[in-house]
């Protein structure tokens, strides 16, 4: 069965520092992969996503994300983080279905911004 | 463009009321999905539908029913509300085989 597990439940990052979220899956298939973001109270935004190509895709807010299929991963970078960045992540990874893509989610990881 | 619209946004229920929730897009999507968000559990999959008419269910579809009632609106059903169904529904829509787009969300409480 298809699964995602997105290991650190709650990372502190300063401002200005580096950032890297990890996201492992399980899937036979060549997956569909999708990291989104939710802030407090909100909906799900779509930062980035792979479908095929370039294993290196860039998104909105300065994210990119790298799939690596030897490591069955897709882990979200940042080179520098902003305050506003704090917000709950999460990695998905879409089954293609009669109805089309549904999601499997992970647990999400909460990112918190010091000062 | 509002995108993906969902109605109510906060809902008290008594243990055995009944009520539905409603998601409308306007973004002319195919497929639409309801998930529940319950705290370290990410997003899981209720139901799912292809188009009008049809509907498959999804990870955790124990206690609802849907309805795509056309193109656009796709409703969620409690009939008998329990306390475990407390949490955070969203709805989403999507061109198939593309990324979903999600409504605000609406945060149900059962007691």
């Known amino acids: 069965a298809q699964s995602v597990t997105q290991p650190d439940i709650h990372i502190t990052v300063s401002e200005g520092a580096s950032l890297e979220l990890r996201c492992n899956y399980s899937?036979?298939?060549?997956?569909?992969l999708f990291w989104y973001v939710q802030s407090p109270g909100q909906g799900l935004q779509l930062l980035l996503k792979?479908?095929?190509?370039?294993?290196l895709v860039q998104g909105i807010k300065g994210f990119e994300a790298e799939f690596k299929r030897s490591q069955s991963s897709f882990n979200l970078r940042k080179p520098s983080v902003h305050w506003s960045d704090a917000a709950e992540y999460f990695c998905?990874?879409?089954?293609?279905?009669?109805?089309?893509?549904?999601?499997?989610f992970g647990k999400g990881t909460t990112l918190s911004v010091s000062s | 463009n509002a995108g993906v619209t969902q109605t109510p946004k906060f809902q008290v229920l008594k243990t055995g009321q009944s009520m539905t929730l409603q998601c409308a897009q306007d973004?002319?999507?195919?497929?639409m999905y309801w998930y529940r968000q319950d705290p370290g559990m990410g997003l899981r999959l209720i139901y799912y539908?292809?188009?009008?008419?049809?509907?498959d269910k999804g990870e955790v579809p124990n206690g609802y029913n849907v309805s795509r009632l056309n193109k656009r609106e796709f409703s969620l059903r409690l009939e008998s509300a329990a306390p475990s169904q407390t949490s955070v529904y969203f709805c989403?829509?999507?061109?198939?085989?593309?990324?979903?787009?999600f409504g605000q969300g609406t945060r149900l409480t059962v007691v």
């Open positions: 899937y036979g298939a060549t997956p569909y």
């Open positions: 989403a829509s999507s061109l198939k085989n593309t990324e979903a787009f």
């Open positions: 998905a990874v879409g089954t293609p279905t009669q109805a089309g893509t549904a999601l499997i």
């Open positions: 973004m002319n999507h195919n497929s």
């Open positions: 539908s292809a188009s009008e008419g049809t509907t």
């Open positions: 792979y479908f095929s190509g370039d294993t």
